[in-house]
């Protein structure tokens, strides 16, 4: 069993930046993928950006150049910095880890532009 735990989302104006969060309670090294969803009100859940165990990057068109995922090992955190905010990308953003047998959720994080 693997908690997930996000941080750092709130409210920002539009072109500003924020920095999520995700602190896994196990070890991030051996999950297949590690990523960022999204969901907007009345949308279903989207990928936003995602690792693999091999390294490689997966990004949402959306967010292509604007956002930015990495993670810390030693600290088994997942981070996604996102620059040149929209109001479009206002969601709950949830963190996700896959295994080989099981994929986990964290409570998710709101996330508001607007001015």
């Known amino acids: 069993q693997v908690q997930l735990v996000e941080y750092g989302g709130g409210l920002v104006r539009p072109g500003g930046s924020l920095t999520l969060s995700c602190a896994a309670s196990?070890?991030?090294?051996?999950?297949?993928?590690m990523g960022w969803y999204r969901q907007a009100p009345g949308k279903q859940r989207e990928l936003v950006a995602l690792f693999t165990r091999r390294g490689t990057t997966n990004y949402a068109d959306s967010v292509k150049g604007r956002f930015t995922i990495s993670r810390d090992y030693a600290r088994n955190t997942v981070y996604l910095q996102m620059n040149s905010l929209k109001p479009e990308d206002t969601a709950v953003y949830y963190c996700?880890?896959?295994?080989?047998?099981?994929?986990?959720w964290g409570q998710g994080t709101q996330v508001t532009v607007s001015s």
């Open positions: 996700n880890a896959l295994y080989e047998y099981e994929s986990y």
């Open positions: 196990g070890s991030i090294f051996s999950a297949s993928t």
